[in-house]
């Protein structure tokens, strides 16, 4: 993209936005200030971001509670829906948030200009989902599997919709096991059955997870069986993403409340959703196959590309039949996608 020039009159007015913001961030800290020194403030506590609107956070006391509208000290950096921090109460139900705290893992997505910009933080999990109906095209899985790798955060595969299965549970039980084969936690589902959803709700127990998917798949269908009291507000999200505003939707943090404190909680949004169809380079994409991890060091060239080099040991690996042909023949279409989109 081509850089844009902009007027004096266009820079001039930037800067007075700026400045002004700025001003009316030192106000507010000044207005803390007195707020702490007048024992305005109560003491810092611990507390996990639900959603955020800006720089304004609904935070969620650590030891239960009503929600506090936060506003962020303006040192501080933006914050993202699942973050912890360190926060003190106001008496008029609002607080101020004082300090982040470590995240164990955080979601990115591109924003609008293709820069990468968390969306959430501090997730377990990422259910990938995909179902009988639409059935996965064959590289699919993988594309998602490797950007979870990516990411740093445990995949889950999820199969839903297995009411529609054949008997015998056909290929695409063949295909999870092979994924079960590499280590992948696998789950299946069903909304059409009052039981369908047991062993999914044990998967999420206790853990921050996200779901992920293509259109159809029944994530909405899942969600909405798992927050039962949430249904209009996930509604008014797919109503956002139908309109196009999904980049600009922010997630929120949803607890299961299964009268069970350890039922687990999801972070959701449109945007997050979408995830595992964004950018990633090719050493990402060679990281991202599992099994070929031990063997990535071992070709007889350093900058081996693994495509017909004599001693590559990923070539050799699949000869002996240790890495499935159709993981590597996925592995390559990936990677050839990616040099079509010009990376
Ligand atoms: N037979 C069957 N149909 C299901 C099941 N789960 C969901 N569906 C149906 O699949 C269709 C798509 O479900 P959604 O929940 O809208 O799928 P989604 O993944 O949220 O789709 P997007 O909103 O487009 O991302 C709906 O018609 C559901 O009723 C299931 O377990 N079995
Ligand atoms: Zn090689």
């Not at 591109?110 to 989902?129: E, F, M």
């Not at 380079?281 to 350093?302: I, P, S, Y």
Request: glycine share 10%; with cysteine; hydrophobic share 35%.
């Amino acid at each position: 993209m081509s850089k844009r020039k902009l007027t004096r009159q266009q820079r001039w007015r930037i800067e007075k936005v700026q400045a002004e913001r700025a001003q009316r961030a030192a106000k507010r800290d000044a207005q803390d200030a007195d707020k702490l020194e007048a024992g305005e403030y109560g003491p810092e506590r611990h507390g996990r971001v639900i959603a955020h609107f800006g720089r304004s956070l609904d935070v969620r006391p650590s030891e239960g509670g009503p929600l506090h509208r936060c506003h962020l000290r303006s040192n501080l950096e933006p914050l993202v829906t699942g973050d912890r921090v360190i926060w003190r109460a106001a008496n008029d139900g609002s607080g101020v948030v004082v300090a982040r705290g470590e995240r164990d893992s955080v979601l990115e997505r591109p924003d609008a200009r293709g820069q990468l910009k968390p969306v959430a933080a501090n997730i377990d999990q990422i259910l990938i989902v995909f179902a009988v109906e639409p059935a996965p095209h064959a590289n699919l899985i993988d594309r998602y599997l490797v950007a979870a790798e990516a990411t740093g955060i445990a995949p889950v595969l999820v199969l839903n919709k297995t009411d529609l299965l054949p008997e015998g549970g056909g290929e695409l039980m063949t295909l999870l096991g092979q994924y079960q084969a590499l280590g992948y936690p696998v789950v299946t589902t069903t909304t059409a059955e009052e039981h369908g959803l047991d062993a999914l709700r044990a998967r999420l127990a206790g853990r921050t997870s996200v779901f992920v998917g293509q259109s159809g798949v029944g994530k909405s269908s899942l969600i909405d069986r798992l927050l039962p009291d949430e249904t209009l507000r996930i509604g008014a999200l797919s109503e956002d993403s139908r309109k196009g505003t999904h980049t600009t939707t922010t997630a929120r943090l949803y607890a299961f409340d299964n009268d069970d404190s350890e039922a687990g909680e999801l972070i959701d949004s449109p945007g997050i959703r979408e995830f595992g169809l964004t950018h990633l380079d090719a050493q990402q994409v060679t990281e991202g196959f599992v099994e070929f991890r031990d063997l990535l060091g071992h070709c007889r060239f350093r900058d081996c590309r693994h495509q017909q080099e004599p001693g590559c040991a990923l070539l050799e690996a699949v000869e002996r039949g240790e890495i499935r042909a159709a993981r590597f023949a996925s592995y390559r279409r990936i990677l050839d996608s990616l040099e079509d989109e010009g990376r």
